[in-house]
Nanobody, 119 residues
C-alpha cells in the first residue's frame, strides 16, 4: 500500500488548508483512511479517520474545526482544516488500515506533509 499526501503549507492563524491523500495498492475495499499529526517534540496523535462505510473518529480537541471526508471510488481521503491555530503546526501523516484481506489490520503510513500556522 502506498500513500501520497499533498496540500500542506504555510498559512496564517485563522486560515484554512485542505489535505489530500491518495491510497494505492492492496488497500482492500473495506478500510480506514485518516490522518495523524506530530508536532516537534510531541508524540504522534490522531487527527481524524473515516471508514469506507462513513464512520468517523476525531480527536476531541479538533471537532468542529477539522473535517475528514473521502472518495471511496478513488481511495482518497481529505482533511479540511479551518480556523487554524499555531498549535496545529505539525507534520500530518496519512494512514490506511485494510479491514480485510491478507493485510487486515496492518497500518500503512505516508511520508507526511508539513503544516505551519503562523501567528
Amino acid at each position: 500500500v502506498q500513500l501520497q499526501a499533498s496540500g500542506g503549507g504555510l498559512v496564517q492563524a485563522g486560515g484554512f488548508l485542505r489535505l489530500s491523500c491518495a491510497a494505492s495498492g492492496s488497500i482492500f475495499n473495506e478500510n480506514v483512511l485518516g490522518w495523524y499529526r506530530q508536532a516537534r517534540g510531541k508524540q504522534r496523535e490522531l487527527v481524524a479517520a473515516m471508514t469506507t462505510g462513513g464512520s468517523t473518529n476525531y480527536a476531541d480537541s479538533l471537532k468542529g474545526r477539522f473535517t475528514v471526508s473521502r472518495d471511496n471510488a478513488k481511495n482518497m481521503v481529505f482533511l479540511q482544516m479551518n480556523g487554524l491555530k499555531p498549535e496545529d503546526t505539525a507534520v500530518y501523516y496519512c494512514y490506511a488500515v485494510p479491514l480485510g484481506g491478507m493485510n487486515y489490520g496492518v497500518e500503512y503510513w505516508g511520508k507526511g506533509t508539513q503544516v505551519t500556522v503562523s501567528s
